[in-house]
């Protein structure tokens, strides 16, 4: 029989799509795993604090290329929290500090296979991984634990894309930008 690709009826169940290659993502009460597109990689990842940090938006043109897309989802991930799987040898870095507003060195985490990016890690934020949400193989929690509650770099929002309403607005980064409107 062939996967249940829409959402299930009944929100308290996991959806999880068959997406790739990979296709045997799970999630609990507690934690999750987020695969890359061919399953090479997996990631197993805590759905509360203290390892889960913050969940966001970022509109900042580093972003709109790195994730070829208007935006990136993220949530970042304390380092000891963010475990493996499978894969950690399967992964690349690419890192480069010349256009990251902060001056940071962003350090980005890709499959050496099919190229998806997992994470990020900033060199001002040491020990904290901004894992793409896109990854993450129970699509429930997009819009439930990990729901974004923040949105930074406002300034370079594509103009077609309204503010979420409900979430914190900052001009630049979270880290130290400029509040436009609190979140709920
Ligand atoms: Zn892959
Ligand atoms: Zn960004």
Not at 37 to 63: N, R, S, W
Not at 110 to 138: I, P, Q
Request: aromatic share 10%.
């Amino acid at each position: 029989m062939a996967p249940t690709q829409g959402p299930p009826t009944d929100k308290s169940q996991p959806w999880l799509p068959l997406v790739g290659g990979g296709n045997d993502g799970w999630s609990t009460e507690t934690e999750a795993t987020a695969t890359c597109f061919c399953g090479a990689v997996q990631l197993k990842f805590p759905l509360q604090g203290p390892g889960l940090v913050e969940t966001f938006i970022c509109h900042c043109v580093d972003c709109r290329k790195v994730s070829v897309s208007m935006f990136a989802t993220n949530f970042t991930i304390a380092d000891p929290y963010l475990t493996y799987t499978r894969g950690q040898d399967n992964l690349t870095a690419y890192a480069q500090s010349r256009t990251i507003a902060t001056n940071n060195t962003m350090t980005n985490y890709f499959c050496k296979t099919c190229g998806t990016l997992m994470y990020r890690a900033s060199s001002g934020h040491e020990g904290l991984n901004a894992v793409r949400m896109g990854v993450v193989d129970d699509y429930r929690l997009h819009e439930g634990k990990l729901r974004p509650r923040v949105e930074q770099f406002v300034e370079s929002r594509v103009g077609w894309l309204l503010p979420v309403e409900g979430m914190k607005q900052f001009e630049g980064s979270m880290w130290g930008g400029k509040v436009l409107a609190g979140g709920v």
